[in-house]
């Protein structure tokens, strides 16, 4: 049974991974896996109410995650439906590239730790189009965006989904992730940017010759201001909940989401049904990234298989008896996340790894969160903000890997450098 369990497993993996090549959405593959395999431990095992516990546990694990991530899409989709974003986009005014790269970073690696990585990068990506008129500026500044995303979202709780999962699984405190990981971070996002910085001196912002900025606005200065503080406030106040509660953090997004629910009705009330709809959170929720969320679903529960019966127990112990070192083993995993999506990556390393043994905020799980989320920016599909760019840009994989990836890399080590010795600093 472990080995049919097993070659199931990298099967599906390998679909995931070859998602663009195959044309099969991931989330179709991670769905179809976790059928398989709860099917094939149930009829090996022949407890089916020991599966049924298990399962039970398994899902309720993985409900905390997902409700969470669909309150914090919806938030986000509702802020973005009243324009909420240009309350910091329309501040960005420049007429030298290296600052125009250096303010664009400097947003996303703040605004991706309070909303996320993807969601900032969208954002960001798209304000490119409105302040840069040629084509070849767009994309480093994108590239550029994609590092920043990623860097600004592995040091929060709330700014990357595998952050999110370590978060939640109660492997990572909110204080002592952004307390052991927002320097590392920094650098990793600081180091390629300097290099970039040297290779476009001089060179000038060449705008647009006409704004893409629409004449009309869907909603007043007042509606935009009010939505985008209330949903960024919502977002942050999340991480200060769980820790004066003590209550799943999705327990905390959903009574935000209720709140910014409540307050966008009262705003809304008096005008016409055709104005108000698309502002309304009703149509924020069917805008959410649905597919996204069927993939989390699927991956946790295939990797919850592998978990339950002990095989990433083994596969832990094989790589500390083959590697040896557990910084090498975490930076392995990270640079595989360039290259194979890092939810499941991080999912089988929390299976992998006891809470028992090691304890929330210990060493792996503060490395494996930078490593996990940085090391995605090294190829743009490693990350779902390399992948979202990809598509707004239409970003080539081979440009990418020629213009970026080594600055990605450089940047990747440097932060997991400093995080070394950062952690040998407070320990020694």
């Excluded at 320097?183 to 600081?190: I, Q």
């Excluded at 490693?382 to 020629?402: C, D, N, P």
Aim: charged share 10%; glycine share 8%; aromatic share 8%.
């Amino acid at each position: 049974m472990l080995t049919t369990l097993v070659v199931i497993f990298v099967i599906c993996y390998l679909a995931i991974a070859m998602e663009h090549p195959l044309h099969v959405n991931k989330s179709a593959s991670a769905l179809i896996g976790a059928g398989l395999l709860w099917t094939v431990y149930a009829l090996g095992l022949g407890d089916a109410h020991a599966v049924s516990e298990q399962l039970g546990e398994s899902l309720m694990a993985t409900a905390q995650i997902v409700f969470f991530l669909m309150g914090a899409m919806t938030i986000v989709e509702v802020v973005d439906a009243h324009n909420g974003f240009e309350v910091i986009t329309s501040r960005i005014k420049t007429t030298k590239l290296t600052s125009l790269m250096w303010l664009i970073a400097g947003v996303t690696f703040v605004l991706s730790a309070i909303l996320d990585n993807l969601t900032t990068t969208i954002v960001m990506v798209s304000l490119l189009r409105k302040l840069l008129a040629k084509h070849e500026d767009r994309l480093f500044l994108a590239g550029i965006i994609v590092i920043a995303a990623n860097s600004g979202g592995a040091w929060s709780p709330i700014g990357d989904v595998t952050t999110t999962m370590l978060w939640i699984g109660g492997q990572v405190s909110s204080l002592g992730i952004i307390r052991a990981l927002w320097l590392p971070s920094l650098v990793s996002m600081l180091v390629p940017l300097s290099v970039t910085a040297y290779l476009l001196r001089g060179r000038v912002v060449e705008a647009p010759s006409q704004s893409t900025t629409d004449a009309a606005h869907h909603s007043s200065a007042f509606e935009r201001n009010l939505m985008f503080f209330l949903g960024l406030a919502i977002l942050v106040a999340v991480p200060a909940f769980k820790t004066i509660t003590h209550l799943p953090p999705f327990m905390g997004i959903l009574l935000g989401l209720g709140l910014l629910w409540l307050v966008g009705d009262l705003l809304h009330r008096h005008k016409d049904e055709q104005d108000r709809q698309h502002l309304t959170l009703t149509h924020a929720l069917s805008r959410i990234d649905l597919a996204s969320i069927m993939f989390f679903v699927g991956i946790l529960l295939a990797v919850a298989t592998l978990e339950h019966t002990h095989v990433l127990v083994a596969l832990a112990g094989w790589l500390d008896a083959t590697v040896g070192r557990q910084d090498l083993i975490v930076l392995i995993i990270g640079i595989a996340s360039a290259i194979v999506d890092n939810v499941p990556l991080v999912a089988a390393s929390m299976g992998m790894y006891s809470l028992a043994t090691y304890p929330t905020d210990h060493f792996l799980w503060e490395f494996l969160a930078y490593c996990a989320g940085t090391g995605g920016s090294i190829l743009i599909i490693g990350s779902a903000a390399g992948v979202a760019a990809m598509g707004l840009e239409r970003i080539q994989f081979g440009w990418y890997v020629k213009n970026i990836s080594a600055l990605a890399l450089l940047g990747y080590l440097a932060g997991a450098g400093t995080y070394l010795v950062q952690f040998k600093m407070m320990t020694g």
